[in-house]
């Protein structure tokens, strides 16, 4: 069993990619591909860097929310372990009010970011609507079978949220239809939502009450991969990942028969497959990281981001002037210039620049010790 003051490489690596690829890598890496093509990249290279239309083939792109609440339930195993070694006989208690603390702070960056929150403006304002809304309500739902059940009950509540979750989809009639409709705003999930939500919503697609039981059940298999690293050895924690991924996938293509696979409401289908996606990645970062081999000094570059996850996420994703994310603000001032005397080459010096910029930051407080938690 690993001992509890002792960060585990992978975990923190795998956030710091997908953190990464959030923070501009992924735009950065667009450029670069398209310098080597020489022009326009072919597209089934450039929809990699889009999110799917509805119901259209899965892309890597859409693998980053998925990995950011799956890699949420990889930590919860070590840090709730922690907290009942610290907290004596009422750690349950404590550790529940640090948890509703946590998904309230969530709550509210969620709204910070795209929300409108700091707008002031309730016509505007959007209540749960955020990739950090759908992580507090899978900490939440993830936190109860962590304070209250062992692995099996932890391994039980994955299966009977996306069970519950593909019933209730599949089967419950709604506003005069039939259950089973997977239709852009016209499905069980999103008329839950304009039930509940009435204005406050954002206008998208995208569901989130109701879907909570799926991020619920992704944060679940995160548990569960945390628990595999915390409690077998190394060779046996990557072999049981991997085994776990590739069922997932199998499940996911069965399944895709009856439920389609839909981001924007994260149906059962896109939970299994996302989730088979992260736990074969997990076990491959587990190999490379976490077993004393020198490919574990990958994971330097990325410790940045995966030690200052919120702090990174925000100042990408928060808005800024004119509409652009804020840290966009930070960077175009500085760099813009350089940019527009290099060419074709300028978007990728801008991006790199960038990029590197946010890195130097990050860095300079991973090394001071320096972390945003909430």
């Known amino acids: 069993m ?11 690596t795998l956030r710091g990619l997908d953190m990464a690829l959030l923070a501009g890598g992924a735009e950065l890496l667009r450029e670069l591909l398209q310098l080597a093509w020489g ?7 450039a929809q990699q860097f889009t999110h799917a239309d509805w119901g259209g083939a899965f892309t890597c792109w859409d693998m980053v929310m998925p990995l950011f609440i799956f890699i949420v339930g990889c930590s919860m195993p070590f840090a709730f372990a922690k907290y009942r070694e610290k907290g004596g006989a009422r750690w349950r208690w404590c550790t529940a009010l640090r948890v ?36 507090a309500a899978g900490y939440l739902i ?11 009950t932890q391994a039980a509540g994955c299966i009977c949220c996306l069970a519950l979750y593909w019933a209730a989809m599949r089967f419950i009639p709604y506003d005069g239809h039939e259950g089973g409709r997977f239709l852009p705003y016209d499905n069980l999930a999103r008329y839950i939502d304009c039930t509940l939500q009435g204005r406050w919503q ?31 050895r190394p060779a046996g924690a ?11 996938l199998g499940a996911a293509l069965l399944l895709e ?9 994260f149906t059962t289908t896109m939970v299994l497959w996302s989730g088979g996606w992260c736990l074969l990645l997990l076990a491959a970062f587990h190999l490379l990281c976490d077993t004393g081999l020198p490919t574990a000094r990958i994971s330097m570059p990325l410790r940045a981001f995966g030690t200052n996850t919120i702090l990174a996420y925000m100042l990408a994703e928060m808005p800024g002037v004119g509409g652009h994310p804020f840290w966009w603000g930070i960077a175009q001032p500085l760099f813009s210039g350089l940019a527009a005397q290099c060419g074709e080459c300028g978007p990728a010096v801008f991006h790199g620049l960038s990029f ?18 909430v």
């Open 238 to 248: 990557a072999c049981s990942l991997a085994l776990a991924g590739a069922a997932c």
């Open 356 to 373: 590197l910029l946010l890195w130097g930051l990050l860095e300079l407080l991973r090394r001071r010790g320096i972390m945003l938690r």
């Open 257 to 265: 028969a009856d439920t389609p696979l839909i981001k924007h409401l």
């Open 100 to 135: 509703l603390r946590r998904v309230v702070v969530l709550f509210l960056l969620g709204m910070v970011v795209q929300g409108h929150l700091l707008g002031f403006d309730t016509a505007h304002m959007s209540l749960f609507c955020n990739t950090l809304h759908a992580i």
């Open 39 to 45: 022009g326009e990249l072919p597209q089934a290279v």
């Open 142 to 152: 993830s936190a109860l079978f962590l304070l209250w059940g062992g692995v099996r």
């Open 202 to 232: 954002d206008g998208t697609p995208y569901t989130w009450i109701l879907s909570s039981l799926a991020f619920g059940g992704l944060t679940l298999m995160g548990v569960l991969g945390g628990q595999c690293l915390r409690l077998l």
């Open 2 to 12: 690993r001992t509890m003051n002792k960060r585990i490489t992978s975990i923190d």
